[in-house]
T-cell receptor, first 116, second 112 residues
Framework: DTGVSQNPRHKITKRGQNVTFRCDPI?????LYWYRQTLGQGPEFLTY????????KSRLLSDRFSAERPKGSFSTLEIQRTEQGDSAMYLC??????????????FGPGTRLTVL | RKEVEQDPGPFNVPEGATVAFNCTYS??????FFWYRQDCRKEPKLLMS???SGNEDGRFTAQLNRASQYISLLIRDSKLSDSATYLC?????????????FGTGTRLLVSP
């Protein structure tokens, strides 16, 4: 499968624990995005990488959240001291920087986080 | 006020019907526009881009009115498989990257 993959697909954790999610983008894609989606809402932008550089972070990304893309390939999103309000689907997307129209973002299947 | 607003529905239509979804956006600097489809508990997938001149892809027609900041999606001859949530998406071309802003989605249920 050459699409975007995310692991784990589901994570249940207790409040206060740390969790880490992984995203593997489509191999030639140099742009990687993280979004969060809660029930009944559309995805909300969290952060964006071009290669290994994190170029934009939403104000939704509190100090408890950190994302990395160390070698410009896979990315991790860590949430420290989880809160019940962090329960959501965390979606990763990737795209290829081109000069033309498009730059379609392809989404992974998401990691569903439940904080008890 | 949300940046992208959609009627959440659900829209319940019989097979074969024509259905239209509307969407408004607040940021006049938005550069590009899309409709994404999301099935229940699945990831969003690009349905079609929306161009100023309007565009069609089979049974789907998208239109953009920049003056009114309004986007529409028309589905003709609805199929059972069209049942999904349709997300209106705008791109804020800020600092050279694509920050997609999603609406809440409009849920479509097509019945036999």
């Amino acid at each position: 499968d050459t699409g975007v993959s995310q692991n784990p697909r589901h994570k249940i954790t207790k409040r206060g624990q740390n969790v880490t999610f992984r995203c593997d983008p489509i191999s030639e894609h140099n742009r990687l995005y993280w979004y969060r989606q809660t029930l009944g809402q559309g995805p909300e932008f969290l952060t964006y990488f071009q290669n290994e550089a994190q170029l934009e972070k939403s104000r939704l990304l509190s100090d408890r959240f950190s994302a990395e893309r160390p070698k410009g390939s896979f990315s991790t999103l860590e949430i420290q001291r989880t809160e019940q309000g962090d329960s959501a689907m965390y979606l990763c997307a990737s795209s290829l920087l081109t000069s033309g129209r498009g730059n379609e973002q392809f989404f992974g299947p998401g990691t569903r986080l439940t904080v008890l | 006020r949300k940046e992208v607003e959609q009627d959440p529905g659900p829209f319940n239509v019989p097979e074969g019907a024509t259905v239209a979804f509307n969407c408004t956006y607040s940021n006049s600097a938005s550069q590009s526009f899309f409709w994404y489809r999301q099935d229940c508990r699945k990831e969003p997938k690009l349905l079609m881009s929306v161009y100023s001149s309007g565009n069609e892809d089979g049974r789907f027609t998208a239109q953009l009115n920049r003056a009114s900041q309004y986007i529409s999606l028309l589905i003709r001859d609805s199929k059972l498989s069209d049942s999904a949530t349709y997300l209106c998406v705008v791109n804020h071309q800020n600092t050279g990257f694509q920050k997609l802003v999603f609406g809440t989605g409009t849920r479509l249920l097509v019945s036999p």
